[in-house]
């Protein structure tokens, strides 16, 4: 059994996957081929925004974004916890300072009662500028509460949908709720290339126009005509092509079957374990479908030894990485952040898994518990 069968998944789209990348071999447009203007155009109208600018992977469209908004020595960015490294290594990475936020334990996604206590409790010499909200394993950000609060102390909204591409709040699309939002094409995301990947997404047009400049070593009318300092950041053709089949697989049947493989481990697990919790209104792209379980690590080597796979995301939270040490010790606890990072375990979850694996993999965590 595959963690996340990315080979099943080839193997249902190969006809059209094969084709795709052949045409690029044949077409000689390596980098910024028509197809990578194709996906953005197709990828801003599945999420409902006017642009979509592609670049080569999900960090580097972290790292656009700020930059897009100057953001820089002197400024608080505030960032969950509990997530990837990325989402707060952008951060320093420009200059600015981390702020590290408390999660909620049911959703694993950023805390407004812990985001409006850090705001109070800025250290002097900051500047708030700024939220990373992170869609933490498919399940969007509590927008509507977070656009509230963002308002009311003037601060950007950064939405980090590397997980969270395809999930929605009322019909509305994850990459739609941040001033600026990113995407990650990694391949085990919920929408994955075939290598690196990334996207941005927005309503404005000069943040736009920026975007477009800095991945493209911040080029003006040409490439030889460089008016800021940018990256080397470009979607690569073959990449843009395979999105483009895996794009129209995702939107036409990979989402509700992942929902229905998520249904089907609620339906087993609920009561037994903690299993994750999808507010009204919500609903997840299950980039990982995962529980919460006080003998983590014992469960995990049981499952090894039945033959089934999981992964633990994340056993360090962020304020406890070496690299954030200096910040963090500045700053106020994250005990929610903590006791996830003991104690979560991540599934096999896939659009392809069959009501037998899913069955199986239950059965086996049971066992083990």
């Known amino acids: 059994m ?3 069968d990315l080979n099943r998944q080839y193997q249902a789209l190969k006809p059209e996957i094969d084709a795709a990348m052949l045409r690029v071999a044949a077409s000689g447009a390596f980098i910024m081929g028509p197809q990578v203007a194709e996906l953005e155009q197709q990828l801003a109208d599945y999420v409902g925004v006017k642009h979509c600018i592609s670049c080569a992977n999900g960090t580097d469209a972290l790292s656009l974004a700020l ?18 490294f990325s989402s707060a290594e952008v951060v320093s990475h420009i200059g600015a300072t981390p702020i590290f936020v408390d999660v909620e334990m049911d959703t694993f996604n950023i805390s407004l009662s812990d985001l409006e206590a850090k705001l109070a409790a ?31 102390h003037s601060l950007l909204i950064l939405e980090d949908a590397a997980q969270g591409f395809g999930g929605s709040i009322d019909g509305q699309r994850a990459c739609s709720f941040g ?20 996207a941005l997404f927005t309503d404005n047009d000069d943040w736009a126009a920026l975007l477009r400049s800095f991945r493209v070593h911040g080029k003006g009318s040409d490439k030889y005509d460089n008016v800021r300092i940018g990256l080397n950041s470009r979607l690569d053709t073959l990449q843009a092509a395979i999105l483009q089949v895996k794009l129209k697989a995702f939107a036409d049947s990979e989402l509700d079957a992942v929902n229905r ?14 299993t994750p919790h999808i507010p009204a209104g919500f609903r997840s792209s299950w980039a990982q479908y995962t529980v919460q379980l006080a003998d983590r690590d014992r469960v995990q080597a049981a499952l090894k030894a039945d033959g089934i796979p999981s992964m633990v995301y994340y056993p360090k ?46 059965e086996k965590l049971l066992a083990a518990i």
């Open 179 to 198: 001033d600026i939002a990113t995407t990650s094409f990694f391949p085990a995301k919920p929408l994955g290339c075939y290598g690196d990947g990334g």
């Open 261 to 274: 493989v998520a249904s089907r481990y609620t339906a087993y697990l609920a009561g037994r374990v903690a």
């Open 317 to 362: 939270p962020m304020s406890a990485q070496t690299a954030f040490a200096p910040v963090a010790r500045l700053q106020g606890p994250c005990p929610n952040a903590a006791r996830l990072s003991a104690t979560v375990l991540s599934l096999p979850m896939h659009p392809y898994m069959t009501d037998a694996e899913v069955t199986l993999v239950s």
């Open 122 to 152: 800025l250290p002097a010499g900051l500047t708030p500028r700024a939220v990373v909200a992170v869609d933490l394993f498919g399940l969007p950000a509590d927008f509507p509460a977070l656009r509230a609060f963002a308002n009311r």
């Open 67 to 84: 930059m897009a908004w100057g953001v820089g020595a002197g400024d608080a960015v505030f960032v969950p916890d509990f997530t990837f």
């Open 2 to 4: 595959q963690f996340r």
